[in-house]
């Protein structure tokens, strides 16, 4: 289908949920939106812009939205984004947007400012060729009538990571929530259990994401290179990978990163 087809396609999805737009559930005071970029762990070049629910426009774009998809002027429209997304995967954007309202539903819309919802497509870059990248959208606000007025979305390029889209969607909480639901869309990818990390573990995925050395490492967390080293073949072991690129290719299917950033875990020596 069309691009611009497919943006009536999102609205329409969107509007057949009526209660994810405007209901009586009154919620905690949410983050802002500065709270959480800073809590985003960027992997690779990213940007981001709210959309306005009453009519679909932009806001608060980044500047380098332009340089990462070769635009002439910033979007002021979702249509202009979605312009930008390969039109095979056009179809997986809709179903995986329904299966998140569906499972924000099956959660509780009065829950909705609290959970994060992510997968991955292929968009259009300066080049002109297409790149994975990973889509992340939070709903940021209602209004005193309980309508939904505006939700953040962050696009990160991780074409240097993976060029395999498995189709996974998933629902996580952020602030007081520690939902994780997964959600598989693709029929030939066998179910995974994913693996237990401890503490310890968990904060050296987020350094090694960082493209952090063992010793640059063991000097922040006060621990030998030896013990990273350590960690780094545990950490490989239960994830089943071979190479730092392998591992967080998979940390990003997990979710795990993510669940470093947004439920705030706290690490202690």
Same mark, same amino acid.
């Given at each position: 289908m069309e691009p611009k087809k497919h943006h009536h396609l999102l609205a329409d999805l969107w509007e057949s949920y009526p209660d994810a737009l405007s209901n009586n559930f009154q919620s905690e005071k949410p983050y802002g939106i500065v709270n959480h970029l800073s809590d985003i762990l960027a992997v690779g070049p990213y940007y981001h812009y709210v959309i306005n629910l009453a009519d679909y426009s932009l806001s608060q774009v980044s500047e380098n939205i332009t340089s990462i998809h070769g635009l002439a002027t910033q979007p002021t429209t979702i249509r202009e984004v979605i312009d930008q997304i390969h039109p095979e995967d056009l179809e997986f954007v809709l179903k995986a947007e329904e299966a998140t309202l569906v499972k924000m539903k099956e959660i509780g819309f009065e829950h909705q400012l609290f959970l994060k919802t992510s997968y991955c497509f292929r968009m259009r870059v300066a080049k002109g060729d297409y790149?994975?990248?990973?889509?992340?959208?939070?709903?940021?606000?209602?209004?005193?009538?309980?309508?939904?007025? %505006?939700?953040?979305?962050?696009?990160?390029?991780?074409?240097?990571?993976?060029? %395999?889209?498995?189709?996974?969607?998933?629902?996580?909480?952020?602030?007081?929530?520690?939902?994780?639901?997964?959600?598989?869309?693709?029929?030939?990818?066998?179910?995974?259990?994913?693996?237990?990390?401890?503490?310890?573990?968990?904060?050296?995925?987020?350094?090694?994401?960082?493209?952090?050395?063992?010793?640059?490492?063991?000097?922040?967390?006060?621990?030998?290179?030896?013990?990273?080293?350590?960690?780094?073949?545990?950490?490989?072991?239960?994830?089943?990978?071979?190479?730092?690129?392998?591992?967080?290719?998979?940390?990003?299917?997990?979710?795990?990163?993510?669940?470093?950033?947004?439920f705030n875990i706290e690490f202690f020596i």
């Open positions: 790149h994975l990248f990973h889509h992340q959208a939070i709903h940021l606000a209602k209004d005193d009538l309980g309508r939904l007025t %505006s939700a953040l979305n962050i696009h990160t390029d991780v074409q240097h990571i993976t060029q %395999s889209n498995n189709k996974i969607v998933l629902v996580t909480g952020i602030g007081s929530r520690d939902d994780y639901c997964q959600i598989d869309l693709s029929k030939q990818l066998p179910q995974f259990e994913i693996p237990k990390l401890s503490k310890r573990e968990m904060e050296i995925v987020s350094l090694v994401a960082k493209g952090n050395s063992s010793p640059q490492i063991a000097e922040k967390l006060f621990i030998s290179p030896d013990t990273v080293r350590t960690h780094r073949k545990n950490l490989f072991r239960k994830t089943g990978t071979k190479s730092v690129g392998e591992f967080i290719c998979k940390c990003i299917e997990w979710g795990l990163l993510q669940l470093i950033c947004f």
